[in-house]
């Protein structure tokens, strides 16, 4: 049966694609939950319409990124902890630090998108990459001084 996606699918495909798939798979699980509608010639017809919404969000996510990844490069995140003597840290600075931080700032970023490997455990000036949209990453900069 083929079949227009009307929603990201894993492993089938993206929305506004439109994929040959098998009668009971379309049937049971596909149309039932809405990420598709067959393939009928009206249908048809509203996927243009479809594509060039899908391209104008695409857009305006786009330019919202690339502002808040301007927002992001300016700001400096200061945390004062208590340290050893050889400068490390007796807790963490951990990516939900740095997500409370820019949500106070109004920039609202998921957890898994900062792409800080492992927690900071010691006093010094870092970068930290954030993944704001798709190939627009900002680096904030974290700032951990003694107590």
């Known amino acids: 049966m083929k079949v227009i996606l009307m929603a990201d699918v894993p492993a089938l495909g993206r929305r506004g694609e439109t994929r040959e798939v098998a009668n009971g798979y379309a049937r049971n699980y596909l149309l039932p939950k809405k990420f598709a509608v067959p393939a009928t010639p009206a249908n048809l017809k509203n996927l243009e319409h479809l594509k060039r919404q899908r391209d104008r969000e695409e857009q305006r996510a786009e330019e919202a990124a690339r502002a808040a990844a301007a927002r992001v490069e ?4 200061s945390v004062v902890a208590r340290a050893s003597e050889d400068g490390r840290l007796y807790g963490s600075v951990a990516a939900q630090d740095v997500v409370e931080f820019l949500e106070r700032h109004q920039i609202p970023v998921e957890k898994r998108r900062v792409l800080l490997e492992e927690p900071i455990k010691a006093l010094g000036e870092y970068k ?20």
Not at 74 to 77: E, R, V, Y
């Open 74 to 77: 300016g700001l400096t995140l």
């Open 128 to 147: 930290v990459p954030v993944r704001l949209h798709g190939d627009i990453t900002a680096s904030l900069t974290v700032s951990v001084t003694r107590e």
